[in-house]
Nanobody, 122 residues
């Protein structure tokens, strides 16, 4: 069993930066692929980024170059550094863990955090 707790969300002006953190419990954290998703009001949950145990990374085209995912296996924590934020980045951001593969589909993840709100003002 893995429990995930996100933090770091907030209100920021367009062009600003935020860093989200996701603290995980569980002894096998390093073996999971860790992903970030987001969901805006009235929209489906969408893939943002994923990082596998070897630290290779994949990003949605909409955030590539602006966002960076990273992980610290010693601290059981995954991060999402978000730069050059835009109003369309406004959403609840979720951290998720996958036991198998490096998925970009949300239904392939096994554990989810409660989410943290990110609001970007214009």
């Amino acid at each position: 069993q893995v429990q995930l707790v996100e933090s770091g969300g907030g209100l920021v002006q367009a062009g600003g930066s935020l860093r989200l953190s996701c603290a995980a419990s569980g002894r096998r954290f390093s073996s999971y692929a860790m992903g970030w998703f987001r969901q805006a009001p009235g929209k489906e949950r969408e893939f943002v980024a994923v990082i596998r145990w070897s630290c290779s990374e994949y990003y949605a085209d909409s955030v590539k170059v602006r966002f960076t995912i990273s992980r610290d296996n010693a601290k059981n924590t995954v991060y999402l550094q978000m730069n050059s934020l835009k109003p369309e980045d406004t959403a609840v951001y979720y951290c998720a863990a996958a036991r198998v593969g490096v998925p970009i589909r949300h239904d392939l993840y096994d554990y989810w955090g409660q989410g943290t709100q990110v609001t970007v003002s214009s």
